[in-house]
């Protein structure tokens, strides 16, 4: 009786606990992985050592695999697209269009993968864990960081974690991405609707016939550095 008391408080003491913050992950995991469609408003802001440069709205559209679509709407109208192949920026105040092969824009992917494709959390991340040094912007948040894998931290990408706050409920709230410079992106999120009836030509780049088009890097984008 007494070695079998021993092995349990052994097993209990060993055997990891699920706690709350475990379980909302699982929820936000379960609750995204399985819509095929994704669709959210969103509030971008831009910061440089802590202050306000810039802050964008739009809505937001994903559709797996890899596919996605900013429309920003203030303060001025610009569209980012991701169809499979390029990365699209068109600026119609400025009758130019920005694009680069999808391949070449790596860092995109890196924050936002979790919403373009049906990777795991646990095949991003290489190690997710509580942000304690993180204050949630909802007064009911909670704030994780993911630490990134070295393929998705190399040199193209300099971000080596991002923080992503849910709702209680499991829906993605807040991405914020540090870059090099003190510069941070950080992305709100509100509205979200799964599996939204989304038109595949959405997603699809027909450059408008009095803009020019340029190959390069893009400006400022979502999870894009210049």
Not at 150 to 168: H, I, M, R, T
Request: hydrophobic content about 40%; overall charge neutral; proline content about 7%.
């Amino acid at each position: 009786m007494r070695l079998a008391l021993t092995l349990f408080l052994a097993f209990v003491t060993i055997a990891p606990a699920q706690t709350a913050e475990d379980n909302l992950l699982r929820l936000f995991e379960s609750r995204y992985s399985s819509a095929h469609t994704l669709q959210a408003t969103f509030l971008e802001r831009y910061l440089e050592n802590g202050r306000l440069v810039r802050t964008e709205a739009g809505d937001a559209y994903f559709l797996r695999p890899g596919k996605m679509r900013w429309d920003y709407q203030a303060p001025e109208k610009n569209t980012f697209l991701v169809d499979g192949k390029y990365v699209w920026f068109y600026s119609p105040a400025d009758h130019t269009v920005t694009r680069m092969p999808a391949k070449r824009s790596e860092d995109w992917r890196t924050p936002l993968a979790f919403l373009t494709s049906h990777m795991k959390l646990s095949r991003l991340c290489s190690k997710i864990e509580p942000a304690r040094d993180a204050k949630p912007s909802q007064p009911l948040g909670s704030v994780y960081r993911c630490m990134f894998h070295d393929s998705a931290g190399s040199a193209a990408s300099l971000a080596k974690s991002v923080l992503f706050e849910l709702s209680p409920e499991g829906d993605l709230s807040r991405i914020a991405i540090p870059q090099e410079g003190g510069i941070e992106l950080e992305f709100s999120f509100t509205g979200w609707r799964r599996d939204p009836t989304l038109d595949k030509a959405e997603f699809q780049f027909i450059p408008p016939r009095d803009v020019v088009i340029v190959d390069g890097l893009l400006p400022d984008t979502p999870g894009l550095r210049q």
